[in-house]
C-alpha cells in the first residue's frame, strides 16, 4: 500500500509579480514568505507557502482563453456564511467574482486573477462525500452539471434576511434570478 500525498502548492508562471502577489496575498488573506526577483511564496496556513510566483527572465505571453492549461485552484470554506465574508471583504477592496454557480455540489466563486487564472471559492454542499457522490449521479446534476450562475449580493442579502443555508445552496434560489449561462465565462467568452 502507497502513502496517498497531501497537496502542498500551486505554482503560477507569470510576468506579472507585483500585481499577482497583491492579488493573491488579498484573496486568501495570506502574506508573502520569501520574496526575491524569480520567486515569490504566499501562505495563509500552517504551511510554509500555498501559492508560489515564478517569474522567469524571459518575456512570457498571456494565456488566453483557448489555451490548453489548469484551469482554476479551488479553496473551501467550512460554512455558507465563511463563503460570504470572504465575498465582502474581497468585495470591499473591490475584487469582485468573475461569476458565482451553484453547481448543486459546491456553491461557489470564481475570481480571476491578473494573468486570468480562475480561483474558486465553495463551500460543499453536503456533509459527507458519499451524498455528494450520490448527488452528481442523480437527475437534477445530469441535467446540468455546471449549474446556473447566482447573484453573491443576493445571496448576502438574503442570508442577513434569515434565508437558511440549505434554502441558498438549493438551485431552485439560483434558477430564480434567471441569470445568463456561467459556461461562457468559466471558458472566457464574456
Known amino acids: ?46 504551511e510554509h507557502h500555498r501559492v508560489a510566483l515564478l517569474t522567469p527572465p524571459m518575456p512570457l505571453e498571456r494565456k488566453s482563453p483557448t489555451t490548453a492549461a489548469a484551469h482554476h485552484v479551488a479553496y473551501t470554506f467550512d460554512h455558507l456564511d465563511d463563503l460570504l465574508a470572504r465575498y ?6 473591490g475584487v469582485l467574482p468573475a461569476v458565482s454557480i451553484a ?28 451524498k455528494a457522490t450520490e448527488y452528481m449521479h442523480g437527475p437534477e446534476y445530469a441535467g446540468d452539471s455546471v449549474g446556473p450562475a447566482f447573484d453573491p449580493e443576493a445571496m448576502l442579502v438574503a442570508r442577513r434576511a434569515g434565508a437558511s443555508v440549505d434554502e441558498l445552496t438549493d ?9 445568463p449561462d456561467p459556461m461562457t465565462v468559466l471558458v472566457g467568452a464574456h
Open 1 to 46: 500500500m502507497s502513502a496517498t500525498p497531501k497537496f502542498a502548492h500551486v505554482v503560477f508562471q507569470t510576468a506579472q509579480p507585483k500585481e499577482m502577489t497583491d492579488w493573491y496575498c488579498a484573496v486568501l488573506d495570506g502574506h508573502v514568505v520569501y520574496q526575491d526577483k524569480a520567486l515569490c511564496f504566499i501562505t495563509f496556513d500552517e
Open 88 to 93: 465582502e471583504l474581497l468585495r470591499d477592496k
Open 103 to 130: 453547481h448543486g455540489v459546491t456553491t461557489s466563486l470564481y475570481y480571476q486573477d491578473p494573468d486570468g487564472n480562475f480561483v474558486e471559492m465553495q463551500i460543499d454542499n453536503f456533509a459527507e462525500p458519499e
Open 171 to 179: 438551485r431552485a434560489w439560483s434558477l430564480e434570478a434567471d441569470l
